[in-house]
């Protein structure tokens, strides 16, 4: 039995504001199948602490970042959690990272360094029944992990998984001391990044071995592009780097047996729950597929491209609905968006029942993300015959089969890709989803190719294993 610590921000079923949490939350119990044994190292956030039964703490820090903190053990929805509650740090309103305003927090270098600290002493062996052989870490959250197990003498080795790149984690270099780093390590061969402390920079340098969530984004993150300042780093330690495809939770998101739907088994069985979603949406009937987007309103969602491209879908008779929360001149772009057309629904807000209608009652879910290291809603719309429409780029390259015609004639089309990751090319791939769409046959043919691809996390967990085994 290997014994994994997961040091992370976020893990369903607590606490999520993204894919990091699904996979945070599902990959344990996938590792358990291949003699793995994970504990899920969690900031104790106001949201996390109210879902958990307070018990003996199984560690006591008296001084972790300017007050006492402590290690609460639970299992929840089947994961063992090792809950950080640490008040002075995570007990506050506003969001997991930042402000009401959406600001992040001033401290966040405290905040998640105390969660690399604690990684680091369970490690040690602060935990009286249980140590880890590997410490497992996720995104820049994590990144401090490795200075700490340098400082308190370990060799233990350090997994880390990119999630998205985009975030770096960086303090000022004047917090060196309030975070008990070594100031000789504050160098470009450890964890300086342009005269700051980077905890991913940390984090990569420290790393035994570093995977990202799909061999597209892992290639991706070489070039200058896509790496975001880092992609010198990755290309020096090509030799650590793998790409391993996210899953998705099988159980949760399965349209035979989720409760938020009209179930179904095949895809003529969507259509209730179409009707049901273009009446929950106040959209009409129409002709076109009716599409659904389930994100984060950013930049790197591809929203802006979305609206510019979005008369070839509603002008030739398909539909939107959306649901999203983010960006506020994004979230008033759409809105206004969707004064202007019948044919475009938009909620604005997180609403996790609903997204599960949408995967059931979609015809066609878009991914156009100028960026995507996996995705996940392209891999629920696979499972739910809700064909993905999605920019050729990192996860989403990797995990739909566009319908060309060499994929239409050996019948394993899943999917629609798009590239340039721009406008023109979207507008191009709505023609190609309504010509599509219009022969009834060819349509049922896709999604019965995407209903059966497998979309689990049989093989990422194998393939975990496997790199559990080449560091120990
Ligand atoms: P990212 O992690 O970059 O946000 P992913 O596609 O990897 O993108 O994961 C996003 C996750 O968050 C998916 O599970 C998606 O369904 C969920 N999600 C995003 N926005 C919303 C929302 N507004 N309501 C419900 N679920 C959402």
Same mark, same amino acid.
């Given at each position: ?174 917090? =060196? ?136 879908? =509603?002008?030739?008779?398909?539909? =939107? ?152």
């Amino acid at each position: 039995m290997t014994k994994v610590l997961f040091v992370v921000s976020e893990c369903a079923p607590l606490v999520k504001t993204g894919g990091l949490a699904d996979v945070a939350g599902a990959l344990p119990a996938a590792l358990a199948q291949y003699d793995v044994n994970v504990r899920v190292l969690l900031p104790g956030y106001r949201t996390v602490m109210a879902q958990v039964q307070k018990s003996k703490p199984v560690a006591t820090y008296n001084n972790l970042f300017g007050n006492s903190a402590d290690v609460i053990a639970c299992q929840i929805a089947g994961v063992d959690f090792l809950i950080l509650d640490a008040p002075h740090l995570y007990d506050r309103d506003g969001s997991i990272y930042g402000d009401a305003t959406g600001a992040d927090w001033l401290d966040n270098p405290e905040r998640f360094a105390a969660l690399c600290k604690v990684g680091a002493g369970i490690a040690a062996g602060d935990l009286p029944d249980w140590q880890p052989d590997i410490v497992h870490g996720h995104d820049w959250h994590a990144g401090l992990t490795p200075e700490y197990l340098r400082s308190a003498g370990l060799e233990t080795p350090f997994v880390f998984t990119i999630h998205n790149i985009a975030f770096h984690g960086n303090a000022s270099a004047q917090k =060196l001391a309030d975070l008990s780093l070594d100031a000789d390590r504050f160098t470009s061969d450890h964890f300086e990044f342009w005269g700051q402390i980077s905890a991913l920079k940390a984090g990569l340098m420290g790393a035994t071995k570093i995977n990202t969530v799909s061999q597209t984004y892992a290639d991706e993150l070489m070039t200058p592009e896509f790496g975001l300042g880092m992609d010198g780093i990755l290309q020096a330690r090509q030799s650590d780097m793998s790409g391993i495809v996210n899953g998705i939770d099988l159980d949760a998101w399965n349209p035979q047996t989720d409760p938020n739907i009209t179930k179904f088994k095949s895809p003529a069985g969507k259509s209730k729950n179409k009707t049901a979603l273009q009446k929950t949406f106040g959209l009409g009937k129409a002709d076109g597929p009716l599409c659904v987007l389930v994100s984060r309103l950013t930049e790197q969602k591809g929203i802006d491209l979305l609206l510019d491209a979005l008369p070839a879908l =509603l002008d030739n008779g398909g539909q =939107l609905a959306l649901l999203g929360s983010g960006d506020p001149a994004l979230e008033v772009a759409l809105l206004k968006a969707a004064a202007k057309h019948q044919n475009l629904s938009v909620k604005i807000g997180y609403n996790e029942k609903l997204s599960h209608q949408m995967m059931a009652g979609g015809d066609a879910i878009l991914v156009p993300s100028r960026f995507e290291p996996c995705g996940l809603t392209q891999l629920y719309g696979l499972r739910y015959g809700t064909v993905p429409l999605v920019a050729l780029t990192g996860g989403l390259a990797d995990t739909v089969i566009n319908a060309s015609p060499a994929a239409m004639a050996r019948k394993v089309a899943t999917g629609i890709q798009f590239f340039p990751i721009n406008a023109h090319a979207f507008a191009n791939a709505f023609n190609r989803l309504l010509t599509l769409y219009s022969d009834k046959d060819v349509w049922r043919s896709i999604q019965r190719n995407a209903m059966k691809q497998p979309v689990g996390w049989e093989a990422a967990a194998q393939t975990y294993k496997d790199l559990y085994e080449s560091v120990l």
